[in-house]
């Protein structure tokens, strides 16, 4: 999918929540710019998917003439590596309590969970591996990032104090706490929001918790999303499955690139980097982009590398 059309899509969602008199009522009316606040924990500069998703978003919606606001965390256990694409006075990024500080201790710090992930430390030891299960299980509860609440909530407060008033609100997913966020703004600025779930959440195949769990968190999607007005996703057999669940308005907004987005070597995870002086020391790059999260490296020798978005080696192919 092009950047055009993804600007397109976008546009006509948020031309759906144009809200033009006092009964808050939302029509279609193009060539009208909006007033929106993105919800989403991850955003740029944290380098994590979700953050270039979230941050790609705000730049369209921004480049179209909306006036978009983002509500975010800061303090992230991410490389501060993405480029914020948006005034950053419009990026309100706030304090959030870690309720998993001690599992980063215990796998050595913040910084080496940066690098190789919560895994790294526990996964050859037994206890801790099970004793890390039993805590994510009662605590994590929808998420990791349940501790954002309060700061968020308090922040979206002082907004409105200042005098901004959201015409729509956006909430991104995962984590699911995002939307949470998003529901109680909905709530005190008493205006219409907008449920995106680039993963779902209870319904999701790769759910790593019990079937106990699973009902309970589906009880919670279904109080929080309730007020949702229409959602978005990012493929259609999605899309199927919120209309059958919450029988709700779904949009299809695919994962794409963004055609500004050009890479020079500089512009590359020092970890791409490393690895191809090291493995290809005299084979030049020929072209390299960014693509839904995944660096493609292509070199003069013909080779096709991938990488994920923190620069760990992913596959190797000859290019046809």
């Not at 369209?60 to 991410?78: C, E, I, K, W, Y």
């Not at 998993?100 to 710090?109: C, K, S």
């Not at 299960?133 to 990032?145: E, I, S």
Request: with cysteine; proline share 4%; hydrophobic share 40%.
């Amino acid at each position: 999918m092009t950047v055009m059309r993804l600007q397109e899509k976008w546009a006509n969602i948020a031309d759906l929540f144009v809200q033009l008199d006092e009964y808050n009522v939302g029509i279609t009316l193009a060539g009208v710019f909006v007033k929106i606040l993105l919800v989403s924990f991850f955003f740029p500069p944290f380098n994590c998917i979700g953050a270039v998703r979230s941050g790609k978003t705000a730049k369209f919606l921004t480049s179209m003439g909306h006036d978009v606001r983002v509500l975010t965390a800061g303090n992230q256990p991410f490389s501060e590596s993405l480029t914020i694409e948006v005034p950053a006075s419009r990026v309100y990024s706030t304090f959030w309590f870690n309720i998993n500080f001690w599992i980063e201790f215990l796998v050595g710090g913040r910084k080496k969970v940066a690098v190789d992930g919560y895994a790294v430390g526990l996964g050859s030891v037994g206890f801790l591996t099970k004793l890390g299960t039993l805590y994510k299980t009662c605590v994590n509860f929808p998420d990791a990032q349940i501790g954002w609440i309060p700061w968020a909530l308090l922040q979206a407060r002082r907004m409105k104090k200042d005098g901004w008033y959201p015409d729509v609100i956006i909430g991104s997913s995962s984590p699911p706490t995002s939307l949470i966020v998003a529901s109680l703004c909905s709530k005190l600025w008493k205006v219409r929001w907008v449920a995106e779930y680039r993963d779902l959440w209870s319904q999701n195949s790769y759910y790593e918790y019990g079937m106990v769990r699973r009902y309970l968190e589906g009880k919670l999607e279904n109080a929080v999303v309730g007020s949702a007005e229409r959602f978005i996703t990012i493929s259609d057999p999605l899309a199927d499955q919120l209309r059958g669940r919450f029988n709700r308005p779904v949009d299809v907004v695919l994962n794409g690139y963004d055609d500004d987005e050009y890479l020079n070597t500089s512009d590359l995870p020092t970890a791409i980097l490393n690895y191809l002086s090291t493995n290809y020391p005299n084979i030049a790059i020929d072209e390299a982009e960014l693509e839904d999260g995944i660096y493609e490296i292509e070199l003069v020798n013909g080779l096709e590398l991938e990488f994920d978005i923190n620069g760990n080696f992913l596959s190797v192919e000859m290019d046809d």
